[in-house]
């Protein structure tokens, strides 16, 4: 399996791109249970003064209780485990490309100096500039890989601090949702 720059950087912009996806969904997620929840403190507001008026809201209320949040929230959470191995396998990758690198550096690098003393005839100073030039540039290319490979650390790092975040939020959600749906099964009891 050969790793160029251009597929890592391609593997990169992916994971970027899945993790706006899940942040998105995460968004989502928190936006239906702030809806949810204004529908459940307006239903509580009408009272028992209404409850014959509005059985399409009841209704839909039941069915809103059958969705599981901690099942979606599972499932995200499976997701977001598999982009971090996923993550995890890229940083890996990157090292071992840069270790390869390094390696076919120092190998081109004797192999030439083997060549300008096999042939003390031919002027070195052109092929060492071109190898020096050589050297500098993949140098700068390292360079530039570890910078993205910074950047990618402090995405995955920022990342995981706002799923911890969505987490709890919602986690707090649910509990709110909970103690709502309880209170308007205990307020339906005794209406």
């Known amino acids: 399996m050969s790793c160029t720059i251009e597929k890592i950087l391609t593997d990169a912009k992916t994971l970027l791109e899945r993790l706006r996806e899940h942040d998105a969904a995460a968004e989502s997620l928190v936006d239906q249970s702030a809806a949810l929840h204004r529908r459940v403190a307006a239903m509580r507001e009408a009272g028992a003064a209404l409850p014959d008026q509005y059985p399409e809201d009841a209704a839909e209320l039941k069915?809103?209780?059958?969705?599981?949040?901690?099942?979606?929230?599972?499932?995200?959470n499976t997701q977001i485990r598999e982009?971090?191995?996923?993550?995890?396998?890229?940083?890996?990758?990157?090292?071992?490309?840069?270790?390869?690198?390094?390696?076919?550096?120092?190998?081109?690098?004797?192999?030439?100096l083997q060549l300008m003393i096999a042939k003390k005839a031919v002027d070195a100073?052109?092929?060492?500039?071109?190898?020096?030039?050589?050297?500098?540039?993949?140098?700068?290319?390292?360079?530039r890989i570890c910078e993205m490979g910074?950047?990618?650390?402090?995405?995955?790092?920022?990342d995981d601090d706002q799923f911890c975040k969505v987490?709890?939020?919602?986690?707090?959600?649910?509990?709110?949702?909970?103690?709502?749906?309880?209170?308007?099964?205990?307020?339906k009891e005794v209406v």
Not at 172 to 185: A, G, S, V
Request: proline share 2%; no cysteine.
């Open 63 to 76: 069915d809103a209780s059958k969705y599981k949040p901690h099942i979606l929230l599972s499932q995200e």
């Open 83 to 112: 982009l971090q191995q996923e993550n995890r396998e890229l940083w890996i990758s990157l090292e071992e490309h840069q270790d390869a690198l390094e390696l076919i550096m120092s190998k081109y690098r004797k192999q030439m």
């Open 125 to 143: 100073e052109p092929v060492l500039k071109a190898h020096q030039s050589h050297s500098l540039e993949i140098e700068s290319q390292i360079d």
């Open 150 to 158: 910074e950047v990618m650390r402090k995405a995955v790092q920022v």
């Open 167 to 187: 987490q709890e939020k919602l986690a707090q959600l649910e509990d709110k949702i909970q103690i709502h749906q309880d209170t308007i099964l205990a307020f």
